[in-house]
């Protein structure tokens, strides 16, 4: 069965699974962007959908890292095409 189709913005999360992702830098500038790593997977929390990235070749460090799905807010770019997902979420060092 075919599933039904979504309004502009909103994803299946087999859509979101091996997009890898990318922070931005502290302006918000592509320049600066670092490679995250790949969602892996994603979980459903009481308050909101979390991914499940993990480090990929290429990626800052070796590190998983949860990341909550707050589009708009954590969550600034899904690009189907390209593979990639870009967000507002600064990792630990």
Not at 5 to 21: A, N, T
Not at 62 to 90: H, I, N, Q, S
Request: proline residues 6%; glycine residues 10%.
């Amino acid at each position: 069965a075919a599933l039904p189709p979504l309004g502009d913005g909103e994803y299946y999360w087999h859509q979101l699974e091996g997009l890898e992702v990318w922070c931005q830098d502290r302006e918000g500038e592509a320049a600066g962007e670092q490679l995250l790593g790949r969602v892996a997977y994603l979980i459903e929390t009481g308050a909101n959908d979390v991914l499940v990235v993990r480090a990929s070749p290429g990626s800052i460090d070796d590190r998983e890292r949860l990341v909550p799905y707050l589009p708009g807010d954590v969550v600034k770019a899904v690009d189907l095409a390209a593979g990639r997902l870009t967000v507002d979420w600064f990792p630990e060092v």
